[in-house]
């Protein structure tokens, strides 16, 4: 299914696009767009650039708007938009736990490890629940999404140079 996406991302947009847009989106974020970078030779800094940037570019309007669009699409007489919501609050909420134990390592930890079920956007999600202020979150999410874009560097840029 990613490849098919990736497939359809190069015939409107070039590798920068393809890299930049991948790391917007809630399931691949800077994770997709590093891989990517790697997949296009892309230079290690750019990719990371263009991967940090999109990853980092919809928080900002998650974290002040999620509240506001959910209470919409509860509101509105489509029940697929409120199961999404429901679902997406449940998931916020497993995840909460532990931003609650640790508060702001808690969040960094939530965004930093470059599993699925993380990232920014879910961390954006928790923080926003939670009442964190974006002053507070904005920098703690932007550390972890550095974070994993280094883990995944050095696992697909950097370890593979030393076995060539």
Avoid: H
Avoid at 18 to 35: A, C, K, N, T
Avoid at 74 to 89: F, G, N, Q, T
């Amino acid at each position: 299914m990613s490849q098919a996406i990736q497939n359809f991302l190069q015939t409107i947009l070039s590798d920068e696009g393809v890299v930049f847009f991948l790391s917007m989106l809630p399931v691949s974020e800077i994770r997709g767009g590093i891989i990517a970078a790697r997949a296009y030779d892309m230079n290690w800094l750019m990719g990371f650039s263009l991967s940090f940037i999109g990853n980092m570019l919809p928080i900002p309007f998650i974290l002040l708007f999620i509240r506001k669009i959910f209470a919409w699409m509860r509101r509105s007489r489509i029940p697929l938009l409120s199961k999404a919501v429901d679902w997406c609050m449940r998931r916020a909420e497993k995840n909460s736990e532990k931003v609650r134990r640790y508060e702001m390592l808690g969040l960094w930890l939530l965004v930093s490890i470059p599993l699925p079920g993380t990232g920014a956007w879910t961390g954006a999600l928790v923080a926003s629940i939670m009442d964190i202020r974006l002053r507070k979150s904005l920098p703690t999410i932007a550390i972890g999404v550095v974070t994993a874009g280094v883990i995944m560097l050095t696992l697909l840029y950097f370890i593979p140079e030393l076995f060539i």
